[in-house]
């Protein structure tokens, strides 16, 4: 019994750990229809838009390249 108890405390303990490494590096689990999902939704579109409306930098022959090369 007691080696039981141990091992969920352990588990716990490791399960606190992952959420708040989960929360801290990698900004949360967003759940959709919650304000933390909306703003990353939104923040996301604004910079997928930026990033089209001024292209990538790169030349119509280098895309060629690294499409050669990674496909």
């Known amino acids: 019994?007691?080696?039981?108890?141990g091992k969920l405390i352990l588990g716990g303990v490791i399960g606190v750990v992952f959420c708040i490494a989960v929360e801290t590096f990698s900004g949360g689990i967003c759940?959709?229809?919650?304000?933390?999902?909306d703003k990353?939704?939104?923040?996301?579109?604004?910079?997928?838009?930026?990033?089209?409306k001024n292209g990538?930098?790169?030349?119509?022959?280098e895309l060629q390249q690294w499409?050669?090369?990674?496909?």
């Open 1 to 5: 019994m007691l080696e039981f108890l």
């Open 56 to 61: 990538s930098g790169s030349s119509k022959a």
């Open 67 to 71: 499409w050669d090369e990674h496909h």
């Open 31 to 37: 759940i959709k229809g919650t304000r933390k999902y």
């Open 40 to 52: 990353f939704n939104k923040d996301s579109d604004e910079r997928v838009k930026n990033i089209l």
